[in-house]
Structures are given as structure tokens and as C-alpha cells.
């Protein structure tokens, strides 16, 4: 079954660190480009990072950069990603999203998974 | 970059009906480069279309997408059971990409 299955997900205190990872079957993992997508209580979806399939290029999202990191092992068909120094404003389910156009970015994206919940709060 | 709006927030429909979603985005969005997902909660959200009116593998023909510029509809003739759900719209033409708040589709 093609899938994806984030986790790492749980409560923490600002100021905290918390590594998500998201395991991939069913497919060529290495033959795609991952990013993390995001939604907060009550809020809309926001993207926060990309990565392509050799880890040489990479992106975040403003609200993020310098404190997020991400990575992936194509060995382990996983994805992963590092957020440090968390604020209350990161908190959301975290979602793993493959996109549509394998090794070459078409930014829009065709399988999710279903998402690990972070929550920051003092 | 590029605000999407989506109206209305929530609408109470009933199995059956056809509903139209929209998505308004605060500049033109570049060439065709639209999409949709349906979320559920607990579920993992599953693109619907892309390119405005490419449906994606597996959606059935009821859903269809339209529109141009900065103004962008989803349509779902004949409402199903499963199709409760929030919608929402992305674009990726500019980056960031960016989606919309999302539209509630309850029964009513």
C-alpha cells in the first residue's frame, strides 16, 4: 500500500526541541521530492519546508527559517524534520506531503500522510 | 504573497446537492497553477485537482474545477456521503505557495 506515516509528534515547552519523522512504503521514495506542511487550531494549511531527492536543495517557509530543519534518508525512506527553539505559534498537525512531480517540483502534492500533532504550550 | 480566500466558511448542505467553493486569491495567479484537496479529520488530505480543472488519479467526475486570474471555483455536482469535508485551495505559481482557510462542507 502506498503510504505515508508521520510521528514524533507531542507536547512541548517553548523553547523546546522535537525531531518528526515520516516513514514512506509503497513507492520509490528516493524518486521524490518531500516537503512538511502544516495546520493550526482553527487555521488554514501552510507550507514550512522542501527538500529534493538528493537533500542538495532545500527551502523553509520565513515563519520557520533558522529553526527548522530538514532531511531525509533515502535508505530508510524516511523524512524528517528537526524544529528547535518552538514557539506556541508551531503548534498544528504536521503533515509529510510527496509531490506530484516526483524529482522535478511541481509544488502541489499527491500523497499525504495524516499527520502527527505538535503542541507548544507553557 | 499571494492571499487565497475561501468563501463561504461553512456550508450546510444536504446528499444529493450540488455546492460551489470558492477560492479568491489576492493576486493573479500564474498560469494555471491551482489545486484542490479534500481533508477529513484523523484522514490524510488527498489532492482533488491541479492545473484549475485537471482532476487528480481516481476522483470521480462529479468534482470539477474552474476559473482564472485571481477567481477560482470548485464544484461537486451531487453531493455524496463522503464528501463532507473541508476543502481547501492552493496556489503555486509564486512562491511561497500558499492555500486558503478552508470551506466546511456539513450536513445539513
Known amino acids: 500500500e502506498v503510504q505515508m506515516v508521520e510521528s514524533g509528534g507531542d507536547l512541548v515547552q517553548p523553547g523546546e526541541s522535537l525531531r518528526l519523522s515520516c516513514a514512506a512504503s509503497?513507492?520509490?521514495?528516493?524518486?521524490?521530492?518531500m516537503n512538511w506542511v502544516r495546520r493550526a487550531p482553527g487555521k488554514g494549511l501552510e507550507w514550512v519546508s522542501y527538500?529534493?531527492?538528493?537533500?542538495?536543495?532545500?527551502y523553509y517557509a520565513d515563519s520557520v527559517k533558522g529553526r527548522f530543519s530538514i532531511s531525509r534518508d533515502n535508505a530508510k525512506n524516511s523524512l524528517y524534520l528537526q524544529m528547535n527553539n518552538l514557539r506556541d505559534e508551531d503548534t498544528a498537525v504536521y503533515y509529510c506531503a510527496r509531490d506530484w512531480g516526483r524529482s522535478q517540483p511541481r509544488w502541489f502534492f499527491d500523497l499525504w500522510g495524516r499527520g502527527t500533532l505538535v503542541t507548544v504550550s507553557s | 504573497e499571494n492571499v487565497l480566500t475561501q468563501s463561504p466558511g461553512t456550508l450546510s448542505l444536504s446528499p444529493g446537492e450540488r455546492v460551489t467553493l470558492s477560492c479568491r486569491a489576492s493576486q493573479s495567479v500564474s498560469s494555471t497553477y491551482l489545486a484542490w484537496y479534500q481533508a477529513k479529520v484523523g484522514q490524510a488530505p488527498r489532492l482533488l485537482m491541479y492545473g484549475i480543472s485537471s482532476r487528480a488519479t481516481g476522483i470521480p467526475d462529479r468534482f470539477s474545477g474552474s476559473g482564472s486570474g485571481t477567481d477560482f471555483t470548485l464544484t461537486i455536482n451531487r453531493l455524496e456521503p463522503e464528501d463532507f469535508a473541508v476543502y481547501y485551495c492552493q496556489q503555486y505559481g509564486s512562491p511561497p505557495l500558499t492555500f486558503g482557510g478552508g470551506t466546511k462542507v456539513e450536513l445539513k
Open positions: 527538500i529534493d531527492t538528493s537533500s542538495e536543495t532545500i
Open positions: 509503497g513507492f520509490t521514495f528516493s524518486n521524490y521530492v
